[in-house]
Structures are given as structure tokens and as C-alpha cells.
């Protein structure tokens, strides 16, 4: 099958062309970037063994059963308090079916550890099984967990003062808009997660991907979107039709666009009142 | 905990090519050219060979001679040790034995599946006949190199409390030198000197005191835990091991001052375990940065006068140099993309900005969490002058408020982005020399240099590098997956091996 194999430019060519006609590309995928951390904590948290969903109402009695009985060493939403482990993290948890381990734990108690037993009926038993299962699913879906960052405790931002920023020395307009991709963005993410988004919006579908420029021999340019990874010696792109294409940079005369090194440049320039002004201003874009 | 193991050897008990040589203490100090008896190849750390069979002239003749799968899920982060012609490789968990000419498989220890921290292995220890392999579940257990038999097997600290290891023990003498991790917890950092022959501890050092010692802090810190792989020097007699952060990790205020000996660099009597002098490099940290960083020891000038130097690029993105038979500072410069400290203060150490403490709003920190490098260790090249460290420009929010308490991680953290580099430090300017990009993200290779001027790394995608250490440029390169581990070098038979970890298997290479 080896006449089937395309010699790299002669496909770039073609690619070229096609694009040419072409009014815009079908695929637009998120580009994927690593998680930079490896410190111990950065470490995923466990998995549950097993998906569990609980009544909220249960949930909610079990909350309250936690908070009391539970709240003084592991905190009032198990993350970890004075003296206790976070639960959230906990692989006994993880492993937990319906209070199949939780439950024998808490009637027993852990002494050497400093856990007393607690004698609680079946059905309070039922209530913390089910917040805890809960509150796991909840902070693995925050990323990153450890602690809860309340959307309250972001709001210490001035908005006119955001706006201001976003349109002058921040040169967010420069690249968004208020009514394109930036409308509504606040009812699209909420505290932690827009600001995240704000600063640095990887592992999320960017706006508009990183793309790769190709200059041919005759001097034409094609542009494809999105690039899937690069380094040193090799360009890996998705292709219109939705194909992985590795290009060696040896090969062929590729320039990377990426306009997330704007986001990046810009860490370096916010101070934190900048950085919750701005904040404060896109929390505005309901 | 029980002190008794359900360990299985499993493979040939006999062995030929170990039958040979035994790793004694002289060797350890002058290592031949047919082993890499420690951790860091040699006591200072250098990770710099001398071997001068692979040049930059003839590495593009370089391939691949063997190669020998884990079967873990887990990335190799070990350097492996050799002696007399066998690799000890490790995982958490388990040790395996390598012909180090065929990559074939002499033995393996498989350690029982056990609760502890499974976040990766730096690596085994060899003294005479005996190879040295820490646990997650924090035992020290002692194998007969030539066929893994289990000599003894000690607990080094109860990981039921929070503690880990993943350490590579540095064996001076007949001390074997135990660190252990814990940032979950407010445990004391502690480093354990383990009687070689016995097993019997022989002394703790303490970062961290623990209350009712004489030495105990009133400062309520706890932490510093000493997780890495130090230097020695025979002469001082002193071994030098850098030091983790504080816990609680994020919240500064249950902790005030300065918080010694976390985040220190601390120079100890290997026959007392006391403390000679000690080093912050970053006063009360509220980052997570740890300086476990390798201290690396060279005799070099420094302006104009022959020094014993101990270099170390931390964490917290700054570059020290030290006169190690004091501690005293020469040098302090950022290496990396910094804004957490206001200035630099008499005794060389970065003063720590109140501003960049986590708030309950969050604050824009550089570096983030990850740090400007980490355990990935570094390489001196004396020819050049350069401290080659792969090196992180990274961002992060940090956030703390009282909710989140005084225990453990007690706060939120995130990274936001980082692009990495391995980066050349002129170690007499502290200047950066050249830059090498690896890509997004944080490095995970180590660093080797030859004298004959090469530097072997990796990237973040999937190739190991061999760069000329003058300017950076690429010579060479193979594709074998992500580099997790620090390269190592050594020459059998008249044949120079470089030997490094791509994904999960171990790659060996010489010249064709």
C-alpha cells in the first residue's frame, strides 16, 4: 500500500487548494494542554468505584448530619478541617457502595486516629453516605479541589474600573467582544471557573485554536486550524475533514499562530486588583 | 503497622554478570567508569560524566540497544543505579535487577499492594552487596543484590499518619540516609539514618521538631519534609539535603515567622545527624515550593577565589549559591519568572512580599505551585560554568481564608499556565546563558552532561534530547515517549551506554 502514501507536500498542496474554496473549516476542536503541575496534590483524586446518585433531599439532611457530628475535624464540606482528613480525596469514599464501608466506619470509629465511633441510626448513617458521595462529585468536578472557592469571595472587584482595563491597557478587545464571544459569558461560568477562564481558558474550548501556517513552494499559504501539539521537530494538525496530519518541521515551512500567547503574556502583566477589576467587569456580562 | 512482609521475588536466583563486583564505600567515593553506584552517579550531585566516547560529533550515530517494559501504568521516574553489570530499577512498589548489556530481567521484588501515596519512585541504594529500596507504605527493605533475597525490612515511618516515600537513599558509610513525604497532614519532616549492616536506626534529624524536644519551634510549623536525594562531601563530612514547605501548606497566619528548617537547605553529620548550618530559601513559605532541589557541590572559583560551592535552583525560582562549610550566601538571583518577593535581604535570602500571600480573593503568583523546577535533577557542567536545570515561566492563583482552616493543604490553589525550558544558569552571574524550549507546561526530564560537552534531557512531548551544553542547539533526538526520569551514563565491555526512561519503559543506547 505503499503508493497510497502521500508524499507531505504534495497533500499541503491539495489541502491548500481545497481550502481555497473552502468558506470556513468544519473542525474546530479544543486544544488540549497539560496539566503543568506535579506536585502531590495535583494528583487526581480518586475515582468512585461505582456512579451513586442520591435523593437531594437526602443529600440535604446529610449535610446538616455531617456539619454536626462530623464538621469539627473534617470541615462542614468534608474537605479537610483542624484535625481530619479531607474526605473529598478519601479512597475509602471512592470505594464506598451505599455505605457498605462508610457505615461499619462510623459505628466503630478509628481511636487509634482519633475517631470516635458515633452511634447514629440507619437512616443518618444513610443521609452523611450520601453527602459525602455527593460532595467527592462535586469537588472532582471543580478541578484542581482542595478548598471551595465561593463565587462571594471573588467579588472585592471594581467594575467600572474592569471595563476600563478590558478596553485600555488589558487589550482584551483587541481579540474579544462583548457581543460575540464574550456574551453572556457570565451565565456560562460562574466564580472560580470564569475566572479561570478569564485568565488562562485551557483544557476549555478556546474562541478561536491555535492555528498552523504552511508556506508552499509557490508561496501560497494555508492555514490550518486546529493545531493538536507541536514541538521542535514535528506539527500535528486536524485536518478539515477531522484527521490528524504530522508534518515534520524539516519538511515543510510551518509558522505557529496562537492566540492563547496573548492570555499568557498578560499573567505577567496583571496586578491582583487588575485581575479582579477585570473579574468584576466580565461577572457584569450576564 | 505490621513489621513483617508478604514480599515475592520473583525470577532466576541465580545471576551472572552480579557475581563480579561489590559496590564498597571507597567506590562510592570515587565511582568507576563500569557503575552509577548512586542516586546522583556521584556525592556532589554534578550528574556530569566524564566518559568521552559519545561526542557531539559522532551522536548522530546513537541508537538504540535494548529496551525493558516496567508493565506499570506509571511513567518511570527513577534513575537507575548499576553495578557490577545490573541495573536496579525502581516503581512504587517494586525493584527490578536488569542485565545492563541486554535489558533482560534478573529479578524482580514486587512489594503488597498497600493504601500509601503511589506518586511515583526516585530510585534504589547500593552498598556492597546490598541493594536498598524504600516503599509508599515507608518501609526500608534490604535485598542480596545477586538474587533479591530480603536481608531485613524496617519501618521508616507510619504512613497512617500521612507520611510516603518515594526516596532514593544516600548511603555514606554504612548510614542509609531515609527521607519520607507528607503534605496532607501536619506531620514533623523527618530524615532517618538507618544502620546499613542492622537496619537499626541509627539517628532523626528533624526539620520540624516534634513538640517536647528541646529543639521543638513554638511556631506551630510542621512539615519540611525531605523527600529527595542529598549530596556529600568527604572532606567537610557534611551531607547537605534540601528541605519541603511548611504545613499547613497555604496558610501562612497558623504559622508566623520565618518557619525553619522548612524550605531549607541544611548541611548534617552524617555520624550525628546534627545540624552544622542551615539555609532558608524561602522564609515562611506559603506557596508549596519545597527546596528539595539537588544541592549541588562543586570546587570552582568564585571572583577570582577557589570555593567550595553548593548550588541550588529552587522551586521558588531562585538561583543560590552557597559556601558550603559555612552556609553563608554568594550569590541569589531569579532564574525563572518571580513576583512573590520584594527584595533580596542581608543573608541572600528572598524576602517574601505579604501581597503575594493567598488571599480569599486570590492572588496572581509566578510561579505557580509546580514550581520554577522541582525533583527533576538538575547538571553542573564546570567546563561552560553552567548550572543546566529544566525550568518553569508558570503562573498560578493562590487563595486561603480562615474557613479552610489550619490542617493540611488548608487552602485552594491552581495553576494557571506555564511554558518550560531547560535553562543554562552561568553559576557566576547567576545570568541566564541560553534557552532551550520544551513546550507547554512543566518539564519532567533530569539533566546529564559529558565533559565531552553534550547535555541529554527530554522534552514535553516525547523525545529524548542531546543538546550541545555551549549554545542549546539540538544534535540529537529519538522519540521513545516522555522522558520522566534523570538519564544516566556508564561504559561495559568498551561500550558507552546512555541509559534514560521514555514513558514506561527503560531505553538503553550506544553508538552503532
Known amino acids: 500500500m505503499e503508493d497510497v502514501v502521500m508524499n507531505r507536500k504534495q497533500y499541503l498542496s491539495i489541502l491548500g487548494t481545497a481550502l481555497l474554496t473552502a468558506s470556513s473549516l468544519a473542525a474546530q476542536q479544543p486544544r488540549v494542554l497539560r496539566d503543568p503541575t506535579q506536585s502531590p496534590a495535583a494528583l487526581p483524586r480518586p475515582k468512585a468505584a461505582a456512579p451513586q446518585s442520591y435523593p437531594a433531599e437526602e443529600i440535604k439532611v446529610g449535610e446538616q448530619r455531617f456539619g454536626a457530628q462530623c464538621g469539627f475535624c473534617h470541615g462542614r464540606d468534608a474537605a479537610g478541617g483542624e484535625s481530619g482528613p479531607d474526605l473529598t480525596r478519601s479512597e475509602l469514599v471512592a470505594q464506598d457502595m451505599r455505605g457498605d464501608k462508610i457505615g461499619p466506619l462510623l459505628r466503630a470509629g478509628r481511636p487509634d486516629a482519633g475517631m470516635p465511633s458515633f452511634s447514629l441510626s440507619v437512616s443518618d448513617v444513610d443521609a452523611i453516605v450520601a453527602f459525602l458521595h455527593n460532595q467527592m462529585e462535586k469537588f472532582a468536578t471543580l478541578g484542581g479541589g482542595r478548598r471551595t472557592v465561593e463565587p462571594a469571595d471573588l467579588a472585592t472587584g471594581n467594575a467600572a474600573d474592569g471595563k476600563a482595563y478590558f478596553n485600555g491597557a488589558g487589550g482584551c478587545s483587541q481579540c474579544h467582544s462583548l457581543t460575540g464571544d464574550l456574551a453572556g459569558i457570565a451565565s456560562r461560568y460562574k466564580g472560580l471557573a470564569l475566572l479561570q477562564r478569564m485568565l488562562y481558558p485551557s483544557g476549555r474550548p478556546a474562541p478561536s485554536p491555535a492555528k498552523a501556517i504552511f508556506t508552499l513552494d509557490t508561496g501560497q499559504t494555508v492555514v490550518i486550524a486546529p493545531l493538536v501539539a507541536e514541538d521542535e521537530f514535528s506539527v500535528t494538525v486536524l485536518d478539515p475533514l477531522g484527521a490528524r496530519q504530522t508534518f515534520q518541521r524539516g519538511e515543510v515551512q510551518v509558522k505557529i499562530d496562537d492566540p492563547m500567547s496573548a492570555h499568557f503574556t498578560q499573567l505577567g502583566k496583571y496586578t491582583d486588583a487588575d485581575m479582579h477589576n477585570l473579574f468584576a467587569y466580565l461577572d457584569t456580562l450576564k | 503497622m505490621k513489621n513483617i512482609w508478604f514480599g515475592v521475588v520473583i525470577g532466576a536466583a541465580f545471576v551472572g554478570p552480579a557475581a563480579a563486583q561489590s559496590a564498597d564505600p571507597e567506590k562510592l567515593l570515587h565511582p568507576p567508569a563500569d557503575a552509577w553506584l548512586t542516586y546522583h552517579g556521584e556525592y556532589n550531585g554534578q550528574r556530569h560524566s566524564r566518559l568521552g566516547q559519545i561526542t557531539p560529533q559522532n551522536i548522530a550515530h546513537l541508537e538504540q540497544v535494548w529496551r525493558f517494559q516496567t508493565g506499570q501504568n506509571q511513567a518511570i521516574k527513577a534513575s537507575p543505579i548499576l553495578s557490577g553489570g545490573v541495573l536496579y530499577l525502581t516503581a512504587p512498589d517494586n525493584l527490578w535487577a536488569i542485565d545492563a548489556r541486554t535489558g533482560k530481567e534478573l529479578w524482580h521484588y514486587r512489594h503488597p499492594m498497600n493504601d500509601a501515596f503511589h ?29 533479591g533475597k530480603i536481608k531485613w525490612d524496617v519501618l521508616i515511618a507510619d504512613s497512617n499518619k500521612g507520611y510516603w516515600s518515594t526516596n ?85 497566619a497558623a504559622r508566623p515567622g520565618d518557619n525553619p528548617w522548612t524550605c531549607s537547605i541544611v548541611a548534617l553529620n552524617p555520624d550525628t545527624g546534627k545540624l552544622v548550618w542551615g539555609f532558608q530559601v524561602s522564609p515562611h513559605d506559603t506557596h508549596d515550593w519545597d527546596a528539595n532541589e539537588v544541592p549541588v557541590l562543586a570546587d570552582a572559583d568564585f571572583g577570582g577565589q577557589p570555593r567550595k560551592l553548593l548550588m541550588q535552583a529552587s522551586r521558588n525560582g531562585y538561583f543560590f549559591v552557597l559556601d558550603r562549610t559555612n552556609g553563608k550566601s554568594i550569590l541569589t538571583a531569579p532564574f525563572a519568572t518571580v513576583n512573590w518577593a520584594k527584595g533580596i535581604d542581608a543573608l541572600g535570602r528572598p ?137 544516566i551514563t556508564y561504559e561495559l565491555d568498551g561500550k558507552q551506554f546512555v541509559i534514560v526512561g521514555g514513558g514506561s519503559s527503560l531505553y538503553a543506547f550506544a553508538l552503532r
Not at chain 2, 506518586?119 to 507504605?137: E, F, Q
Not at chain 2, 567537610?236 to 501562612?252: D, E, H, Q, S, Y
Open chain 2, 119 to 147: 506518586i511515583g519512585h526516585r530510585g534504589a541504594a547500593i552498598l556492597k552487596d546490598t541493594v536498598y529500596l524504600t516503599t509508599p507504605d515507608c518501609h526500608l527493605i534490604a535485598f542480596n543484590a545477586k538474587d
Open chain 2, 168 to 252: 532514593a537513599p544516600l548511603i555514606v558509610r554504612n548510614h542509609v540516609l531515609v527521607g519520607v513525604s507528607g503534605d496532607f497532614d501536619n506531620v514533623p519532616g523527618q530524615l532517618k539514618s538507618i544502620d546499613a549492616e542492622t537496619g537499626k536506626t541509627q539517628w532523626i534529624f528533624y526539620s520540624t521538631p516534634p513538640p517536647g524536644r528541646a529543639d521543638s519551634q513554638a511556631d506551630g510549623t510542621t512539615g519540611g519534609q525531605m523527600w529527595t536525594t542529598g549530596t556529600y562531601d568527604p572532606e567537610l563530612n557534611l551531607v547537605f539535603v534540601g528541605t519541603g514547605n511548611p504545613t499547613p501548606v497555604l496558610n501562612g
Open chain 2, 351 to 487: 524576602i517574601p512580599d505579604p501581597a503575594k500571600e493567598p488571599k480569599k480573593d486570590g492572588v496572581l503568583v509566578a510561579p505557580n505551585e509546580g514550581g520554577a523546577t522541582n525533583f527533576r535533577p538538575p547538571s553542573f557542567d564546570s567546563k561552560t560554568g553552567f548550572f543546566i536545570v529544566s525550568a518553569v515561566d508558570g503562573y498560578g492563583i493562590y487563595f486561603f481564608k480562615n474557613e479552610h482552616g489550619g490542617y493540611g493543604w488548608a487552602g485552594a490553589d491552581y495553576s494557571l499556565a506555564g511554558k518550560s525550558f531547560l535553562r543554562a544558569i552561568d553559576y557566576r552571574s547567576g545570568t541566564i546563558a541560553w534557552d532551550h524550549p520544551l513546550g507547554d507546561g512543566s518539564g519532567t526530564a533530569g539533566v546529564l552532561t559529558t565533559d565531552t560537552g553534550l547535555t541529554i534531557s527530554g522534552d514535553n512531548r516525547a523525545s529524548v534530547l542531546a543538546l550541545r551544553t555551549s549554545d542549546g542547539a539540538t544534535l540529537w533526538h529519538a522519540n521513545i515517549g516522555r522522558v520522566q526520569n534523570a538519564p
